[in-house]
């Protein structure tokens, strides 16, 4: 995994540079009971099936960043309005706090037929170390955390999520563990939009269309604020991936589930 790409996993702390770059941060995309493509394959022959995934991170840190208008929104509408116009599913990873801060947000994506709302956790820390700079919560609060994400989605949206996507994607197999006991599968990506602090839509258009492959799971933010560009990119990414031939679902879509 290149340095550029792990530097896009950070939506929203402000680690130090050098950091960034560590190899020792890569997150734990490959163990037993992570998800993140759907099938290669299709019996017809190889998948044309993409999954585009926007994540919602909200932290107290950013919550604060709210309150002290150090930044405008972390409701990114022009994402929503680019995958309306285009007609386009998506998943939505929404953080409790999140569905919390925007209920209305949360409320409407969640009445939209072609998007799925899943569960980023309550408040984004870090479940495994290091993780880009995240808080670290203690073992004895993660279960709740989940859960309280949970409630906090339902309660916004009336929808009950199935997937779970770990915070930076850093989680140790005991973690897994927990969102299965929450009933949970966890869901990760195979694809980074590189959207996180990138102001040039071009990056992320060529990070998305350089990367993807029949079945892929792209993960892009839907948080605005550090990640101001990903709806200028939308159009040309969606653009892009239908004229390579590529079908856009949601993930439950793409992994089959009924
Ligand atoms: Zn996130």
Redesign the pocket.
């Known amino acids: 995994m290149k340095c550029t790409a792990l530097s896009a996993l950070l939506?929203l702390v402000q680690a130090p540079a050098a950091a960034l770059h560590s190899s020792a941060l890569r997150p734990s995309l490959d163990a037993p009971g992570i998800v993140t493509h759907g099938p290669r394959m299709l019996k017809a022959g190889s998948s044309r099936e993409v999954a585009l995934t926007f994540?919602a991170?909200m932290t107290p840190g950013m919550e604060g960043e709210l309150r002290s208008g150090k930044v405008r929104s972390f409701d990114n509408e022009t994402v929503v309005q680019a995958l309306e116009k285009t007609n386009t599913p998506a998943t939505f990873f929404l953080t409790g706090m999140w569905a919390q801060v925007y209920p209305a947000s949360a409320l409407a994506l969640a009445r939209h037929l072609g998007f799925e709302i899943e569960n980023?956790s309550y408040d984004?820390p870090g479940f495994s170390q290091p993780c880009y700079g995240l808080a670290m919560i203690p073992d004895a609060q993660k279960a709740a955390n989940i859960e309280r994400s949970q409630r906090a989605i339902e309660a916004a949206t009336g929808e009950t999520p199935r997937y779970f996507r770990f915070?930076?994607g850093c989680a140790a197999e005991s973690d897994v563990k927990k969102v299965e006991a929450a009933g949970l599968k966890v869901v990760h990506w195979d694809v980074i939009g590189g959207d996180a602090n990138q102001p040039d839509p071009a990056v992320i258009v060529k990070d998305v269309l350089g990367r993807v492959r029949g079945g892929s799971i792209v993960v892009l933010h839907v948080s605005g604020g550090h990640a101001p560009a990903t709806g200028l990119a939308l159009p040309a990414i969606i653009k892009g991936l239908r004229a390579e031939g590529y079908t856009l679902v949601t993930v439950k879509t793409l992994l089959g589930q009924p």
């Open positions: 939506l994540d991170d980023h984004h915070p930076g």
